[in-house]
C-alpha cells in the first residue's frame, strides 16, 4: 500500500449491533467490536493490523456515545490514530449500524464489521482501482453472504440462501472502495428503499448498487476468524491462540484440551512439577493435568483448555461494575489466606545463607536436584536480595 493511498483512507467499522446471546453467557461485553479473541477484543486485533498497513483514520459506528468502546479505543490507539465515534441517526441504516456519515471525506474508503477479525493474502487490493470484497471457502450457504464470481469479478450475491452446494466464497465483513462518493451514494439509496419498506438495510443492498456502476472484485483473504457467530467464537479464540503462542501452543477441539511444549525446558519442567503435585485442595483451582512428560528431551504438559477470559482480560477490555471487582478479590484473599497459606513451607535460611556466602560472587545461587522420578526443581536466590536482608 502507498502512503498515500493510507491517507486518503478511510476505515469504517460498523459496531452498533447487538452481540449475539450466545456470546452474552459467557462475558460482560455489550459490543460485538468488543467480543474477547485470545486476550484482546475483535477491534483491537483490527486496529493493531490495519495502524501495521499505514492506515490512521477510523470511523466507529456505536449504538449510543460515552460507552467502554470509547474509552478503551481512545486509550489503546487515540494517540497514534485519528478515529470518530457516530451514533446511526436512522431506523433504516445498515442493520442498524450505518457509519455513512459526512465525519469522513477522504476519497477511498474500507469497511471492516466490528466483529471480524482478518488478514489480507496481499495488502496491495487496497490500491486496486476496483471495489472489491473479501471472501473466504465455507461449507454453509444459510448463514453468509454468498460471492459467485468468474474470473474474480462478482456475477452475483446470494445472502443466507439455504442448500447452495459447496465449497462456496463467503463475503467476511471487508470491503475496499475506491470511490468513497460512490460508496455513500450507494449507501443512502439502499437507506432510503428500507425505510420505505419499513426493512433495515443489508450490505448486500449497497453492494449490489455499488456493482450496478462498477465490476465487483472478490479476493481471496490471507486469514480470517469469525467470532460472531457462538458456535465459532471458541475455535476463532483456538486458533489465534496458537498463532500467538511463544511456546508451541496446540489445542484438541474435539476432547476440550490443550498441549504445550517449550525452548525453555528447565522452566518448563519446573511449571509441569508445580501442576502435578499440587495438594489436592489446590489442585480444583488449576486446569486438570491430563498428560505431561518431564523427559528433558522433549518435556510436554496436556491439560484442560478453559475457553473463557481471565480476570486479568476482563479488568483489561471489560467495564464490569466496582462492585462485583470487590466479590471476587474478596473471594481471591479467601483464597490465599485460607488455602495457600495452610500449605507454606519453612525456607532453610541457615543453610542457604552458608551457601551464599561461598558463592557470592557468582551473582546468583543455583538449588538444582538433578532428573529423577519427581522432574528437575530448580530455584535461583539473587544474593544481592539476601544481602539486603
Known sequence: MTARTSTETTVLIPAAGRVPEGLLALSNIQNPALIPVAGRPVIHWTLSYLRGLGLGRFVIAVSQRGGFIEDFVNGAFGSTCDIAFITPSKAGGWGGRSPISPTWSTPRAMVVLGDTHFQFADPAVLNDASPTVLVSEVEES?????????????????DKEPNLKGPLDALIGVYTFPDAKLLREASAAAVSDAQATGGVTQMKAILDRV????????????????????????????ALLQKRAFNELSVDPVLGTITKRSRNVEKFIDEINYLRLL????????????????AWESPSLTLEYYGYPSLAEAYVFENIDPGVWERIFTHLRAIITERFMAHRSRWRWLAAKRCWWARRRRGSLAF???????????TTVSWRSMAAR
Open 142 to 158: 444459510y448463514r453468509w453472504c454468498i460471492a459467485e464470481s468468474a474470473n474474480g469479478t462478482v456475477t452475483a450475491l446470494r
Open 368 to 378: 538444582q536436584v538433578r532428573p529423577s522420578s519427581r522432574g528437575w526443581c530448580t
Open 279 to 294: 495438594p489436592t485442595e489446590l489442585a480444583v483451582l488449576f486446569p486438570r493435568v491430563v498428560d505431561f512428560s518431564v
Open 211 to 238: 456493482g450496478a456502476k462498477t465490476p465487483l472484485k472478490a479476493v481471496k483473504a490471507g486469514d480470517w476468524l469469525d467470532c460472531g457467530n457462538p458456535d465459532r467464537q471458541a475455535a476463532s479464540h483456538q
